[in-house]
């Protein structure tokens, strides 16, 4: 991401997130209600595609 010429920061805490999302979910670290996760990971998707 940081040789793609754009600005990386938001693409980067989006990874960082969904790897947290990810944590949370497979070590049962208080995993996210399903539709919330959804609203989060569609808000993501978001930032990834400015």
Do not use: H, N
Not at 2 to 30: K, N, Y
Not at 39 to 44: A, C, D, G, Q
Request: proline share 4%.
């Amino acid at each position: 991401m940081e040789m793609d010429q754009i600005d990386s920061v938001r693409p980067t805490i989006a990874r960082l997130a969904v790897d947290g999302l990810w944590f949370a979910e497979i070590f049962g670290l208080a995993p996210l209600e399903k539709g919330l996760r959804e609203r989060v990971m569609s808000e993501l998707r978001t930032w990834t595609k400015e």
